[in-house]
């Protein structure tokens, strides 16, 4: 079976109603992603598409606790689907009997590199205790059992609620009284791999500083590409936002 179908699987052992399993391709050789369409209602089918792959080591001369998904077949470049809510992403580590799901929406623009790194404690805990969230906030893990699965899909629906964030800015371009693009190298400002359409962002300078004291909803979102000297290449956010309302409290610092 492939790892896609064993999650089928053990989505359908816990309950929840999976009516179909397809891989896109068409062969099983070739399963991601596949398409698993689960009943949610006596008259609606959700059809998620799951890319999935097997928990490996970081690879050849490499020691310690990390271990990686090597996602060779996803992000923008190389993804047959568009990211959105409804495609999901998950390792197997079959040496601990335990799935990872990441975040699919932080490696829609892998860069130089594509791969999911995960912490050997992660499986080791969440084997013991058949469930473990973890990772960084902005690029959070989930470590489930296979009989904890159909806590994994509200998990991975969450991913999605609109939320606020608070990123340290490259530049910012005017284009209105109520609209902005804001430009944001992730590397200086992780936390802007997983802003999504509609989140709200807090804008704050290089200083750390909040200096126009709004919160801005993003309304679209591009990259552009920078050539750094060494001659690799690094992308840029180009987040289009709209002015949404005062800082009102405590922003969290970014």
């Not at 990686?68 to 996803?74: C, E, G, K, N, P």
């Not at 623009?109 to 791969?115: A, H, K």
């Not at 404690?121 to 893990?141: F, S």
């Not at 509200?154 to 804001?182: F, G, M, Y």
């Amino acid at each position: 079976m492939t790892i896609h179908e064993d999650l089928a699987k053990a989505l359908s052992a816990a309950g929840i109603g999976v009516v179909e399993v397809v891989p896109e391709s068409g062969r099983r050789s070739a399963p991601n992603p596949t398409r698993i369409s689960v009943r949610d209602g006596p008259r609606h089918l959700v059809h998620y598409q799951l890319f999935a792959w097997n928990i490996t080591h970081e690879g050849k001369g490499r020691v310690g606790d990390n271990l990686r998904v090597q996602a060779t077949s996803f992000g923008q470049g190389n993804s047959p689907v568009t990211v959105d809510e409804w495609v999901l992403g998950v390792g197997w580590s079959g040496d601990h009997g335990v799935f990872v799901g990441f975040d699919p929406w932080i490696k829609r623009n892998p860069g130089s590199s594509s791969s999911v790194h995960i912490k050997r404690q992660l499986l080791e805990v969440a084997a013991a205790q058949h469930w473990l969230e973890g990772g960084d906030n902005w690029d959070p893990r989930v470590g489930f059992v296979p009989s904890e699965s159909a806590r994994f899909l509200p998990w991975a629906q969450n991913l999605w609620v609109q939320k606020t964030v608070s990123v340290i800015c490259h530049s910012v371009e005017v284009v209105d009284t109520d609209r902005i693009i804001v430009r944001i190298d992730p590397s200086r400002s992780k936390r802007a791999y997983g802003v999504r359409s509609s989140d709200r962002l807090a804008i704050f300078d290089k200083s750390g500083k909040n200096p126009d004291g709004y919160l801005w909803r993003v309304q679209g979102i591009n990259t552009v590409t920078v050539v750094l000297n060494s001659g690799r290449n690094r992308f840029h956010y180009l987040f289009t936002c709209e002015k949404s309302a005062r800082v009102r409290g405590q922003l969290e610092t970014p």
